[in-house]
């Protein structure tokens, strides 16, 4: 039973606009959660990360937002840029070492 | 260059022959962890560890084996490898154990046949 779900298995957007990814979760003793960036034929990389004491978090043009009530977390990417083509996942953590992650949105960026 | 090195990066091999995937990490991270990549499925935690000689299981774990003799080796062992064995695998490690500082390796991709 997939506890982290990721409804969008891709999205297209033109280049300068924004980016929305959206995540879903089923088990409220998460506490973390975090975003990863996978292109092909490499590993995935840590992009951003909130707690569950928050419901915001920024890295440049990087935005997390967490709502807790919906179980519901989004990525915003703004401005979007050709370099943000790639798979995102969210994943999500209620004891710090296991991890659930998403199946994944397959992000291209038009220029 | 701080890395999480894996070995092999491809593989076939048959069902029932014991293989080893190597993971090494250069950063003296405590925590490591093994994932599985599938279709449909995203990245599936098999095992985690954190520390030396202290694993435990992850979500899908049945098939495997891992051992932690050392800080930065975490070698996954499958004993008798059969087709839906078959996917990505990739380590990864971390200072932390909320896991954003986790770096991945590049992935190993098995297949058994």
């Known amino acids: 039973d997939q506890q982290v779900k990721q409804n969008s298995p891709s999205l297209s957007v033109q280049e300068g606009r924004i980016s929305i990814l959206n995540c879903d979760y089923t088990?409220?003793?998460?506490?973390?959660f975090l975003w990863y960036k996978k292109y092909p034929a490499e590993g995935p990389t840590f992009l951003i990360s909130?707690?569950?004491?928050?419901d915001k978090n920024e890295d440049g043009r990087f935005t997390v937002f967490l709502n807790k009530s919906a179980k519901h977390l989004s990525l915003h990417i703004v401005p979007s840029q050709p370099g943000d083509s790639a798979v995102y996942f969210c994943?999500?953590?209620?004891?710090?070492?296991?991890?659930?992650f998403g199946t994944g949105t397959s992000l291209t960026v038009i220029p | 260059e701080a890395q999480v090195t894996q070995n092999p990066r491809y593989l076939i091999t048959v069902t029932g022959k014991k293989l080893t995937v190597t993971c090494s990490q250069n950063m003296n991270h405590e925590y490591m962890s093994w994932y599985r990549q599938d279709p449909g499925l995203g990245l599936r935690q098999i095992y985690y560890s954190m520390n030396v000689e202290v694993t435990d299981k992850g979500d899908v774990p049945e098939g495997y084996k891992v051992s932690r003799k050392e800080k930065r080796n975490f070698p996954l062992i499958l004993e008798s490898p059969s087709p839906n064995q078959t996917s990505l695998y990739f380590c990864?490690?971390?200072?932390?154990?909320?896991?954003?500082?986790?770096?991945f390796g590049s992935g190993t991709r098995l297949t058994v046949v």
């Open positions: 909130i707690s569950s004491i928050k």
């Open positions: 994943a999500a953590s209620f004891t710090g070492n296991q991890f659930y």
């Open positions: 088990n409220s003793m998460f506490d973390y």
């Open positions: 990864a490690s971390s200072f932390t154990r909320t896991g954003s500082g986790y770096t």
